[in-house]
């Protein structure tokens, strides 16, 4: 069983389109996050949600909208697609403990390149 | 805010030689610790974490990391690495409590000569 998984894996588009990434986590998890990797492999945080409320909005245009239906699930929206959208985004999810302990789990990945 | 270094952007070995990779973070107060690995193509593995106790943490695949306070460093051995250890290793640190974020360092690049 996957953990935590996205949809879809590849997406192509181009400049100006709208387009959807959806993820769902099975872990019971009550905190989930979206992550932006560029070509040079930095990672780095753009939202996190837990139990559907925002609790993280990083430095991000404000084409980007995340939607959290239900705690196990997470997608996001982007607008208005530009050039330097083209990324890899990860979905991850967590549980934090009463002392604190806390480990992210990852998605595999959606490669967006825009044309 | 919290920040973490990888001081090594690139590490290129043969195989069966020891592997140590070096993390440093900022950070004036108790930090949850990890070690990802993220294979070609790949999404982000957990390979080991500290939260608290013995500061040596034992992770999967014989990886081993070492939490030194006094030096805020957190690195990453192997004894004898393999082919199939090629991949990109990102550090990164987490506080315990309030919304904080998880912090990345900017990862290396490990490349293994057979």
């Known amino acids: 069983d996957t953990a935590v998984s996205q949809t879809p894996k590849y997406l192509v588009t181009q400049m100006g389109n709208d387009k959807s990434i959806k993820c769902e986590q099975n872990?019971?998890?009550?905190?989930m996050y979206w992550y932006k990797q560029d070509s040079k492999k930095f990672l780095k945080i753009m939202f996190s949600y837990n139990n559907k409320e925002l609790i993280i909005n990083e430095t991000v245009p404000n084409r980007f909208s995340p939607k959290s239906p239900d705690k196990a699930h997470l997608n996001l929206h982007i607008n208005s697609l530009e050039l330097g959208d083209s990324a890899v985004y990860f979905c991850a999810s967590s549980q934090r403990t009463s002392g604190g302990q806390e480990t992210q789990y990852f998605g595999p990945g959606t490669r967006l390149l825009v044309l | 805010a919290q920040s973490v270094s990888q001081h090594n952007h690139h590490v290129i070995l043969s195989e069966a030689a020891s592997l140590e990779l070096g993390c440093n973070y900022s950070?004036?107060?108790?930090?949850?610790l990890f070690w990802y690995v993220q294979y070609p193509g790949q999404h982000l593995q957990l390979l080991l974490k500290?939260?608290?106790?013995?500061?040596l943490v034992k992770g999967i695949k014989g990886f081993e990391a070492e939490f030194i306070k006094s030096k805020f460093s957190f690195n990453l051995r192997k004894p004898s690495v393999q082919w199939s250890d090629t991949a990109e290793y990102f550090c990164a640190v987490l506080p315990p409590f309030g919304n904080e974020k998880l912090t990345f360092g900017t990862g290396t690049r490990l490349t293994i000569i057979p």
């Open positions: 500290y939260f608290s106790g013995d500061p």
């Open positions: 872990l019971g998890h009550d905190t």
């Open positions: 950070y004036g107060g108790t930090v949850n």
